[in-house]
C-alpha cells in the first residue's frame, strides 16, 4: 500500500466518522474534483478551446464542491449561485491582470526539468495561466459563499423573528470572522507551499527587485490576489441573496 493510498482511507475513514453522511459526501465531492481536474488537464493538452473548457468546468466544479459537501438545499443554491457569480466577476479581472503582467510561460527554474524537451507545445501559455488562476481561486470561493450562507440560515433558524436589516447586520459580523480565516488560510497556504522557492532565492542572492519580475513568485502572488478579491466579494453577494431569499420564503408563507 502506497502513503497516497493510505493517507486517503484515513481521510475516508475520518470524514465519515466526524461528518457522518455529509462527511462521506464530501470525501466523493474531493475525489470527482480531482478526477474534473485531471480530465481538464487532459482536455487542455488535446487543443480543446480553453476558454470553453473553463465556462463549463466552473459550474461543474461548483456543483461537486457545494451541493456534495452540504446538507442544507437552501444553502447549497445560494451559495452557488453567489459563488458562479463572483467567478464569472472575477474571471474578467484575471483576464485583464494577466495580460498585464506577461508572467505566463515557464521560469528560468524549470530550466534543468525541461532539458531536451520542448517549450513549445503549442498551447497558449496565457490562457493556461488564467484557467490556473480561474481554478485555484473556487475553492476559496465556495467555501466562504457555504460559510456565510450557513451562518445566516442557522440564525434565521434559531430566530425566525429577526427582520431583514438585522439578519444583514448579522452577515457583516459573520463576514468579518469569515474575511479573516479565509484571508489567513489563503496566505499561510501560499507561504507553505512556495517555502522552497523562497530558500532558492535566498540561496542565490535574488534582489527583490528579481525576485518581483519573477515569473513563478509573480504568478503565485496574483493567484493568492484573485483569491482574496474573491472571497472579500463573496461576502456580501451572499448575505445579499439569502436574505432575499429569506424574504421571499417569509411573504410566500
Not at 466518522?17 to 488537464?41: D, H, K, Q, W, Y
Not at 526539468?113 to 497558449?124: E, I, K, R
Request: aromatic share 10%; proline share 3%; charged share 10%.
Amino acid at each position: 500500500m502506497s502513503t497516497l493510498t493510505a493517507l486517503l482511507i484515513v481521510l475516508a475513514v475520518l470524514m465519515a466518522v466526524v461528518g457522518g453522511e455529509t462527511g462521506i459526501r464530501s470525501f466523493f465531492s474531493v475525489l470527482i474534483n480531482t478526477l474534473l481536474l485531471i480530465l481538464l488537464a487532459v482536455f487542455i493538452s488535446w487543443g480543446i478551446s480553453i476558454p470553453i473548457l473553463i465556462l463549463i468546468f466552473i459550474p461543474l466544479k461548483l456543483v461537486t464542491i457545494i451541493f456534495l459537501g452540504t446538507h442544507d438545499y437552501l444553502v447549497a443554491k445560494n451559495s452557488f449561485f453567489s459563488a458562479l457569480w463572483i467567478c464569472l466577476t472575477v474571471s474578467v479581472l484575471i483576464l485583464g491582470f494577466e495580460w498585464l503582467a506577461q508572467a505566463a510561460g515557464l521560469g528560468p527554474e524549470a530550466g534543468e526539468m525541461l532539458v531536451g524537451l520542448s517549450q513549445m507545445p503549442g498551447l497558449s501559455y496565457p490562457l493556461i495561466a488564467v484557467a490556473v488562476a480561474i481554478f485555484s481561486m473556487l475553492g476559496a470561493v465556495a467555501e466562504a459563499a457555504v460559510a456565510m450562507s450557513s451562518g445566516l440560515l442557522e440564525i434565521k433558524k434559531h430566530k425566525p423573528e429577526i427582520s431583514t436589516a438585522e439578519l444583514r447586520a448579522s452577515g457583516v459580523k459573520i463576514g468579518d470572522d469569515v474575511l479573516g480565516t479565509a484571508m489567513n488560510t489563503i496566505l499561510f497556504g501560499m507561504f507553505g507551499s512556495f517555502l522552497s522557492l523562497f530558500l532558492w532565492y535566498i540561496r542565490l542572492n535574488y534582489t527583490l527587485g528579481e525576485v518581483l519580475n519573477e515569473k513563478m513568485f509573480v504568478n503565485e502572488a496574483l493567484i493568492i490576489l484573485y483569491s482574496l478579491i474573491g472571497v472579500l466579494l463573496t461576502v456580501p453577494l451572499s448575505t445579499a441573496l439569502i436574505t432575499r431569499a429569506m424574504a421571499k420564503n417569509k411573504v410566500k408563507k
